[in-house]
């Protein structure tokens, strides 16, 4: 199995500018999630889909943030324009369904300058 | 907001060494589920403990659940190299299933 794809897996970029976070859950996986980690927040849930459809968005810091799922397969993040304070680490996790395990992706780091 | 804060933050030991890492909560979860992360990598599930009370063993680790389901420790027995990493403890709360992860303990054995 190829476990959640994640892309690209290191991004630096200048501030202002717009960046986008890729996924790929799990074949099969039902609900999908977006992480950021942070030495100074830890983990924190951005938001999570299931069946394609955003559940809870509350962890999206503002709105220069938004998360899409257009289909079963793929999911992006999106920070338009970015800051230096976005710099961390966002992971996506896949599940099942509802309630099972989630398995993560190896991360995308972000660097704003 | 429900926080989970673990201790220590960081752990340094040799060896052989036994050791606890603790995760606590004024909230109530679900269940709660212990990860452990390698640099450069997501964060993968060791352990998910329901039941007040509950204890599971994995090899050398060991995992228990606090009766009022607030807390949870786990203890590593006989530490090796292979153990270092950043444990996370991820309270579980709601019908979505939830996760709110602790602050982390950076665990290194050497030898």
């Known amino acids: 199995d190829a476990g959640v794809i994640q892309s690209p897996r290191h991004e630096v970029t200048e501030m202002g500018q717009e960046v986008t976070l890729r996924c790929k859950p799990i074949s099969g996986h039902n609900s999908l999630f977006w992480y950021r980690q942070t030495m100074m927040r830890g983990l924190e849930l951005l938001i999570y889909?299931?069946?394609?459809?955003?559940?809870?968005d509350s962890g999206m810091p503002e709105d220069r943030f938004s998360a899409k799922m257009p289909n079963a397969s793929f999911s992006t993040l999106k920070i338009q324009p970015s800051e230096p304070r976005d710099s961390a680490v966002y992971f996506c996790?896949?599940?099942?369904?509802?309630?099972?395990?989630?398995?993560f992706g190896p991360g995308t780091r972000l660097t704003v300058t | 907001t429900q926080l989970l804060e673990q201790s220590p933050q960081f752990l340094s030991i040799q060896e052989g060494e036994n050791l606890t890492v603790y995760c606590n909560s004024s909230?109530?979860?679900?269940?709660l589920q212990w990860y452990r992360q390698e640099p450069g990598e997501g964060p993968v599930l060791l352990v998910t403990v329901v039941t007040g009370g509950e204890v599971k063993k994995l090899k050398r680790l060991t995992f228990q659940f606090g009766d009022a389901r607030k807390d949870s420790s786990l203890h590593i027995t006989a530490a090796q190299p292979g153990d270092t990493g950043l444990y996370l403890c991820?309270?579980?709360?709601?019908?979505?299933?939830?996760?709110?992860f602790g602050t982390g303990t950076r665990l290194q054995v050497t030898l």
């Open positions: 909230s109530v979860f679900s269940s």
């Open positions: 889909f299931n069946n394609n459809v955003p559940i809870d």
């Open positions: 991820a309270g579980v709360s709601g019908t979505a299933s939830k996760l709110t």
């Open positions: 996790a896949s599940s099942l369904n509802r309630g099972d395990e989630q398995y």
